[in-house]
């Protein structure tokens, strides 16, 4: 495994935590563990295996995790580990659900900043891990009304806009990575969010849709900018490339 490229080595982390993520659910559940105790059980053992494997194998970058400290020293660093362990541990708690992710991605310095260069996204619960090498196919195109995910808790005043604009069915789905993912597969067309995210929710997710050649932004059209001093980066645009600019125009003028 050394001798995996970045892309490789994203996937095949991603993967492997799933898979361990996936035995350890069903081992803790059996064993009448549920909630709580369940949740930080699985965020942990994420976060070990993965730190653990980074270490190893690619111990002069530094790492920024959702489960983990921030550290200054990826702000003068030239790779940064995105990564967050276990994206949706609400759904991880509960046996029925698959809608829960891994998400695994690298941002490396260039002569305008930085970009993310690599990227996996592993949905456990349902053997599939999609990554930027091979990336996947782009999704054909959808007949009928878009498709726009949502989460399961909350309907932003933004996908209302262009729900209401674009004659959208909805579906609901619980973490980020697996909402972002159901566009990369075809499964929906759009996965608009605001509200609240960190930049380890979405890093993996658009590194993968990219490749896949979707269109990703801010939810104002601007760029999705990684390893910023301040981790927090609440909305993103994830869609189809002709659906991008309806999107975009319907959110504009509802703010005029």
Avoid at 139 to 151: E, N, T, W
Wanted: negative net charge; contains cysteine.
């Amino acid at each position: 495994m050394i001798n995996l490229d970045d892309a490789a080595l994203a996937a095949h982390l991603a993967t492997e935590t799933g898979k361990r993520l996936v035995e350890l659910r069903n081992e803790l559940i059996e064993r009448g563990v549920y909630g709580w105790d369940l949740k930080d059980a699985g965020d942990a053992m994420a976060q070990e295996y993965l730190m653990s494997q980074l270490q190893e194998f690619r111990p002069k970058d530094a790492v920024l995790s959702e489960e983990a400290l921030d550290s200054s020293v990826r702000l003068s660093a030239n790779r940064v580990w995105i990564i967050d362990p276990l994206d949706g541990t609400q759904e991880f708690s509960e046996p029925d659900r698959h809608d829960w992710a891994v998400h695994v991605a690298l941002w490396e310095r260039n002569e305008t900043g930085g970009e993310l260069t690599a990227g996996a996204v592993s949905l456990p619960a349902i053997e599939i891990t999609l990554s930027t090498n091979p990336a996947p196919l782009q999704p054909a195109k959808h007949d009928g009304p878009p498709r726009l995910v949502l989460s399961r808790t909350r309907t932003p005043r933004e996908a209302l806009i262009v729900a209401d604009a674009l004659g959208c069915d909805a579906a609901r789905l619980g973490s980020a990575g697996a909402k972002a993912m159901s566009v990369v597969l075809g499964e929906c067309d759009i996965y608009l969010h605001s509200g609240g995210q960190h930049q380890w929710d979405s890093a993996a997710p658009v590194a993968v849709a990219r490749a896949a050649g979707l269109f990703t932004s801010r939810i104002d059209g601007s760029p999705l900018i990684y390893n910023e001093e301040d981790t927090w980066l609440p909305d993103l645009i994830v869609c189809r490339q002709e659906l991008a600019e309806p999107v975009l125009a319907a959110l504009r003028n509802a703010n005029q």
